[in-house]
């Protein structure tokens, strides 16, 4: 009965590969968001999506690609993977209505050879 | 750049002892939200305090707000080994972005 799962929870890849990472979320929620955290542990927001629809889309390069199909999904694809995208990505959820506590996954560790 | 700092950067203690957080933001807020993150797992939501809250309880948890001094404080009470994780607060510009703006955190280690 996990409530923001993402998947998977690891991922190793080399540099240029494309690559993707889940979220689903069985909380009734209406907003979905991506965070990256760096090795020094900062989180910081890249996608925001209330309903389907993209409502903040953070100064992230353009080889990120948010999809929300529903808006109990929200996935991540990335193109051309580089070294700089090693990080841990995370996915939340939230109540819509002003900004509530959010939900996080347990993350998913992307390391680029 | 990162809107909230955390102070300190570490923190280790004895069971049984209290643990003091702090946070300072630099713009102004809606609310301010407490998180946890235990090692290798994701942030799970403490305490949501509101701009017009001076103190808020929960549990073994007390955080207060300054909203002249843009600063917060997380007073976690009779600290537990359990308790060992690193410490984040995120705060709400109100800009209707719904999105949280995170500090750089605090690593608690409580030692049993």
């Known amino acids: 009965d996990t409530a923001v799962s993402q998947t998977p929870k690891y991922l190793v890849t080399q540099m240029g590969n494309d690559k993707s990472i889940k979220c689903e979320q069985n909380l009734g929620h209406d907003t979905m968001y991506w965070y990256k955290q760096d090795s020094k542990k900062f989180l910081k927001i890249m996608f925001s999506?209330?309903?389907?629809?993209?409502?903040i889309n953070e100064t992230v390069p353009n080889r990120f690609s948010p999809k929300s199909p529903d808006k109990a999904h929200l996935n991540l694809h990335i193109n051309s993977l580089e070294l700089g995208d090693s990080a841990v990505y995370f996915c939340?959820?939230?109540?819509?209505?002003?900004?509530?506590?959010?939900?996080f996954g347990d993350g998913t560790r992307l390391s680029i050879l | 750049s990162q809107q909230g700092e955390e102070d300190p950067q570490a923190l280790s203690i004895q069971e049984g002892e209290n643990a003091t957080m702090n946070c300072s933001y630099k713009t102004s807020i809606n609310n301010l939200q407490w998180y946890r993150q235990n090692s290798g797992r994701g942030l799970v939501h403490l305490i949501l305090i509101r701009s017009n809250e001076r103190e808020k309880h929960s549990g073994r948890l007390r955080v207060t707000l300054d909203t002249s001094k843009k600063s917060s404080s997380l007073l976690i009470t009779a600290s537990r080994a359990a308790d060992t994780a690193s410490y984040f607060c995120?705060?709400?510009?109100?800009?209707?972005?719904?999105?949280?703006?995170f500090g750089s955190g605090t690593r608690l280690q409580v030692q049993p």
């Open positions: 999506y209330n309903n389907k629809e993209l409502i």
């Open positions: 995120a705060t709400d510009a109100g800009t209707g972005r719904r999105a949280l703006t």
């Open positions: 939340a959820s939230s109540q819509a209505g002003g900004v509530q506590p959010q939900h």
